[in-house]
């Protein structure tokens, strides 16, 4: 069974611009959550997409926004990127019923000058 | 006080020694535990949840405390592969997971 995979797996940006990072749920997981690791720092919720809708987000700006599609994968989107977004964004997918069983994908580490 | 809290370590231990871990946790409404375990710049992996009456899974037991609020994780018979930091997780009615920082483990030979 494939696992949760992320792309891209790098991403270099400048200041100001916008990231659009993506995932792809293990199949028959309806839940995504998004997180963000930054260097020294634990795992910060960022958002949480269940059957196509944004359950909960956590404590960061708007300017951080997502989706899930109907095949339930899901796109972060981040924009007018600032220094301090530098940092390992991961996505994980839990089973419907099994919401506190999370399993992760390999992240995308997003670096911006 | 932050919501959940661990000893960053390292924990540094010979190979066959029993470690254990210590979680604390505020919200006294929280409903579920789980430890995870993260290797060097890999993604977080479910470990064990952490059932009110404890639970073991070969080497690793895993209990929780709801009167003094803390969760724990003992490793015995340590191995070099055992080496990671291990993520404390509880989730309270939200359904929103709160990461601790991890406690680092380093087993030596």
């Known amino acids: 069974e494939a696992g949760v995979t992320q792309s891209p797996t790098h991403l270099i940006k400048t200041r100001g611009q916008q990231a659009t990072l993506r995932c792809s749920p293990i199949?028959?997981?309806?839940?995504v959550y998004w997180y963000q690791q930054a260097l020294g720092l634990g795992l910060q919720f960022l958002l949480w997409?269940?059957?196509?809708?944004?359950?909960n987000r956590g404590n960061f700006p708007p300017r951080f926004s997502g989706r899930q599609f109907p095949n339930y994968s899901s796109e972060l989107n981040v924009n007018a990127l600032e220094l301090e977004d530098s940092a390992l964004y991961l996505c994980?997918?839990?089973?419907?019923?099994?919401?506190?069983?999370?399993?992760f994908g390999p992240g995308t580490r997003l670096t911006v000058t | 006080r932050k919501e959940v809290e661990q000893d960053p370590g390292p924990f540094n231990v010979p190979e066959g020694a029993t470690v254990a871990f210590n979680c604390t946790y505020s919200?006294?409404?929280?409903?579920?535990f789980f430890w995870y375990r993260q290797d060097c710049r890999k993604e977080p992996k479910l470990l064990m949840s952490?059932?009110?009456s404890g639970n073991e899974d070969g080497r690793f037991t895993a209990q929780l405390n709801r009167a003094s609020q803390y969760i724990s994780l003992l490793i015995r018979d340590s191995k070099l592969s055992d080496s990671a930091t291990y993520l404390c997780?509880?989730?309270?009615?939200?359904?929103?997971?709160?990461f601790g920082r991890g406690t680092s483990l380093i087993v030596h030979p």
């Open positions: 997780v509880v989730k309270g009615g939200s359904y929103i997971p709160t």
């Open positions: 997409y269940d059957e196509g809708e944004e359950r």
């Open positions: 994980a997918s839990s089973s419907p019923g099994l919401v506190y069983e999370q399993y």
């Open positions: 199949s028959g997981h309806t839940s």
């Open positions: 919200n006294s409404a929280s409903q579920s």
């Open positions: 952490v059932y009110s």
